[in-house]
């Protein structure tokens, strides 16, 4: 069964630091997306960074980096030089397939509040 | 230019009554989505529909029926509403329904049914 984990309910980041939020996952399907995405207190669901189970190299976006380790199933959201901005929730999901002929299932973990202190 | 909107933002309803969410995406994506999130901020998948198809239908309770017209279209409509109803419904849309693509979310509407 598809799962995605997600075990830090909450953090806390001292502003400027680096954070890692851990993100774990389980699927047979050989063809997958991982994807975090962040919720501010306004409540909208904004899409951060996406990583595809065949990409060799982890993902990257600004101060957004994805520590993709496939045989462990992590796929941990780093963010580098915490800003007060940031301060959210957090998701991880996964989808899988390929295309629309193998449409899978989309998955979300439980979430982790990310709190950045000034 | 909302890329994915629905419509509306809050929605205060009675037990018992019928209502509808509306959602659109002018992405051009051919799939789309209802998630709902409870006040506990889980997020769980309700139905992906891929080109006005139902693909997935999560286990939810037939008095919650999607509509799509066409694929920038899906609809929510929910008969009977219920007090475990209220929750934040998402509409989202990706390019395809395979795990390629980043899905993009509308921006919520927040259901209280009293």
């Known amino acids: 069964a598809q799962k995605i984990t997600q075990t830090q309910p909450g953090m806390f980041v001292q502003e400027k630091e680096a954070v890692t939020l851990d993100c774990t996952y389980d699927t047979s399907d050989p063809s997958y997306g991982l994807f975090w995405y962040k919720q501010p207190s306004s409540g909208e669901m904004i899409f951060l960074i996406y990583?595809?189970?065949?990409?060799?190299q982890n993902a990257t976006e600004g101060r957004y980096s994805l520590n993709f380790q496939k045989a462990r199933k992590s796929a941990n959201l780093v963010i580098s030089a915490s800003q007060l901005g940031d301060s959210a929730m957090y998701f991880c999901?996964?989808?899988?397939?390929?295309?629309?002929?193998?449409?899978?299932?989309?998955?979300f973990g439980d979430g982790t509040t990310l709190t950045v202190k000034p | 230019d909302t890329a994915v909107s629905q419509t509306p933002k809050y929605l205060v309803t009675q037990m018992g009554n019928d209502k509808s969410i509306k959602c659109e995406q002018n992405l051009g994506h051919d799939t789309m989505y209802w998630y709902k999130q409870d006040s506990k901020k889980f997020l769980k998948i309700m139905f992906s529909y891929n080109n006005k198809e139902l693909i997935i239908n999560e286990t939810v309770p037939n008095r919650f029926s999607p509509k799509s017209p066409d694929k920038a279209h899906l609809n929510l409509h929910i008969n009977s509403l219920e007090l475990g109803d209220s929750a934040v419904y998402f509409c989202?849309?990706?390019?395809?329904?395979?795990?390629?693509?980043?899905?993009?979310f509308g921006q919520g509407t927040r259901l209280t049914v009293v």
């Open positions: 990583q595809g189970s065949y990409d060799q």
């Open positions: 989202a849309s990706s390019q395809d329904a395979g795990g390629g693509t980043e899905a993009f």
């Open positions: 999901a996964m989808r899988e397939g390929t295309g629309n002929t193998n449409a899978g299932k989309s998955t």
